[in-house]
């Protein structure tokens, strides 16, 4: 059983060659850079300022990782689909992400987090694509699911499967129904063992 309360940040990587030591499996998060990454980890491991949260879109611009009970890393990604000031983050995104896939034989499961709310744009769908055809693990993980009725949730339901994902492969979270995370660690706690 892993205890999420026992987590703490380890260091912020600008690739993986800088990534810290140690074999721990690793639980990679994505999402658009508004999606609430920071949010959840901190809802995941009740810490309410475990990660840094920002009302700015485009905050995170490294790969941070949490070590949770000295038995896996959560790793935070760059966010993707924003551009701002001539910062381009989806290419960052794009590069930063190559890399990691390409050399992360720790990686057990990537959170592709979205927001409940929000249907799948272009840039969502085509990550999932692409952990399809990389052979990833992989959950979609919904945010903000208080936001959203039961007709919602099942018509969002009913697209995903239009598109090929099993309601196995979902979850649906939110910070203000915590009991949704105790779902989310049991998933994590299959793919790590």
């Known amino acids: 059983m892993i205890n999420f309360t026992n987590a703490k940040f380890v260091k912020s990587a600008p690739s993986l060659k800088d990534a810290p030591q140690g074999q721990f499996p690793e639980v990679?998060?994505?999402?658009?850079s508004n999606v609430g990454k920071s949010s959840l980890i901190n809802a995941l491991c009740t810490k309410k300022a475990l990660a840094f949260t920002s009302s700015k879109p485009g905050h995170t611009r490294l790969l941070n990782y949490y070590n949770i009970d000295d038995k896996l890393y959560l790793v935070d990604a760059p966010g993707y689909?924003?551009?701002?000031?001539?910062?381009?983050?989806?290419k960052l995104f794009g590069e930063m992400m190559e890399d990691y896939f390409a050399h992360a034989n720790r990686l057990k499961l990537v959170l592709?987090?979205?927001?409940s709310r929000r249907e799948l744009n272009q840039d969502d769908l085509e990550i999932v694509e692409y952990l399809k055809s990389k052979g990833?693990?992989?959950?979609l993980t919904f945010t903000?699911?208080?936001?959203?009725?039961?007709s919602e949730k099942h018509k969002l339901l009913v697209s995903l499967e239009s598109i090929g994902v099993k309601k196995?492969?979902?979850?649906?979270?939110s910070t203000?129904?915590?009991?949704?995370?105790?779902?989310?660690?049991?998933?994590?706690?299959?793919y790590i063992k």
């Open 168 to 173: 196995e492969e979902v979850v649906f979270t």
């Open 81 to 90: 689909g924003y551009a701002k000031g001539g910062f381009d983050l989806d």
């Open 112 to 115: 592709v987090l979205l927001d």
């Open 136 to 139: 990833n693990n992989y959950l």
């Open 176 to 190: 203000l129904k915590t009991h949704t995370f105790d779902v989310l660690k049991k998933e994590i706690e299959k």
């Open 28 to 32: 990679l998060l994505v999402g658009r």
């Open 144 to 150: 903000k699911v208080d936001k959203i009725n039961q």
